[in-house]
């Protein structure tokens, strides 16, 4: 099965997103995803600014894709690719 998921935003809102993402999926997709979800979220935690003088806070695009296969049940292949970009452009 695959999955793939293209966000982007504040990094709270990536996370919330990302939850999202997880409730819409099922079977061997949501497996998949599942099992990559906590690296996703510790990803999009980690790139933050804390406010000050010129302050801007940044936004991230998140894409991620997977795929897996299984035979008889068993997971046998799995790969997923994942790219993270912080963005301190102004949204207009």
């Known amino acids: 099965m695959s999955w793939?998921?293209?966000?982007?935003?504040?990094?709270?809102?990536?996370?919330?997103?990302?939850?999202?993402?997880s409730a819409k999926l099922d079977g061997?997709?949501?497996?998949?995803?599942d099992?990559?979800?906590?690296?996703?979220?510790?990803l999009a935690q980690n790139n933050?600014?804390?406010?000050g003088e010129?302050?801007?806070e940044p936004l991230l695009r998140l894409e991620a894709a997977g795929h897996g296969h299984t035979?008889?049940?068993e997971r046998v292949s799995c790969s997923v690719a994942v790219k993270l970009e912080s963005?301190?452009?102004r949204i207009v």
Do not use: C, H, M
């Open 4 to 21: 793939s998921v293209q966000l982007i935003g504040k990094p709270e809102n990536i996370v919330t997103a990302l939850d999202e993402e």
């Open 35 to 42: 099992a990559v979800l906590p690296a996703l979220k510790t």
């Open 54 to 56: 010129g302050f801007v």
């Open 71 to 73: 035979r008889g049940g």
């Open 28 to 33: 061997e997709s949501k497996a998949e995803f």
């Open 87 to 89: 963005l301190y452009g």
């Open 48 to 51: 933050f600014s804390i406010g």
